[in-house]
């Protein structure tokens, strides 16, 4: 694709899914990039005298390091008969048509590796590199197998590092569509404002529940499926925006004629990985149960 045609690319990839479009999406210029990182982990303060300067010890100098986004090869391949464009209603747009549901789903699974991805898995696409939830593996806090609810919610809370928390209010709780649903409940269970509020919420898709100001969050591609099949999700607690996705500038969406079969083949090809620019800024639930 053409630059313009790339960024257009771009825009419905991340329109359409619910974790890039919180997330900071780095277009990638080679097939490697380094995210710089620059904080104070201590304080950086001290208590001053006039005319005299700070000693060699009281100084401070920032933390600095770097996360590399490496970005994998991905392909997704469609073929269509002569035969099913001449007999489609839509005929000669069927075509445009298939090309626009192709990036949909590529959309979809965009965002089922960037969440589900684990270099150990059996399945070659999602071992490609880890997603969100294998990364997320410094504030760890068991849910014990109980349905998401506010002490869940609490306890992720208090594992997230103080200094992380200045900005609470731009974090959100990501976690499954059926966790999200139970935890709304609990509130819809209570009979206040506060829990007519949140059974509108689900029912008009008004505002977004949540715990202490922040958002919680339902991501369709987020598992149920986890703890040896005992219908368990996780929970990541974070600011979206610690979420980087590279995306390779180069993305290739080509056609092609196989005369013989009498087919049109449909190619769509590109690179793309996922970090946390500061993985200790991130805690996660598992063994959350749904279902």
Do not use: W
Request: with cysteine; proline share 4%.
């Amino acid at each position: 694709l053409v630059p313009e045609q790339a960024q257009k690319f771009l825009r419905i990839l991340i329109k359409k899914s619910v974790i890039m479009g919180m997330s900071t999406v780095e277009p990638m210029k080679s097939p490697k990039k380094e995210v710089d990182k620059i904080r104070f982990a201590s304080r950086i303060l001290r208590a001053g005298q006039s005319g005299q300067a700070l000693t060699a010890a009281e100084r401070s100098k920032p933390d600095l390091s770097k996360v590399e986004l490496d970005s994998k090869l991905f392909k997704a391949e469609v073929r269509l008969n002569n035969e099913v464009l001449e007999d489609s209603i839509e005929r000669g747009n069927l075509r445009n048509t298939v090309m626009q549901l192709m990036t949909q789903a590529v959309s979809r699974d965009m965002e089922d590796v960037l969440v589900n991805g684990d270099t150990a898995s059996a399945d070659p696409f999602l071992a490609q590199f880890d997603g969100i939830l294998k990364q997320a593996a410094s504030n760890v806090v068991n849910a014990g197998g109980v349905r998401l609810n506010k002490s869940i919610l609490r306890d992720l809370l208090r594992a997230m590092p103080t200094e992380f928390l200045v900005n609470k209010l731009d974090m959100r709780y990501m976690t499954s569509v059926d966790a999200e649903i139970d935890y709304r409940d609990t509130l819809t269970d209570r009979a206040t404002p506060g829990g007519d509020s949140a059974l509108g919420a689900f029912v008009n898709n008004e505002a977004t529940i949540g715990y202490t100001g922040v958002p919680v969050v339902a991501v369709p591609l987020f598992p149920e499926d986890l703890g040896g099949g005992a219908n368990t999700t996780n929970v990541v607690f974070c600011d979206p925006k610690n979420i980087h996705v590279g995306i390779h500038r180069e993305i290739r969406l080509e056609t092609d004629k196989d005369i013989s079969a009498g087919e049109v083949i449909m190619v769509i090809s590109l690179r793309f990985d996922t970090k946390y620019a500061e993985e200790t800024a991130v805690a996660k639930a598992t063994n959350v149960l749904v279902g």
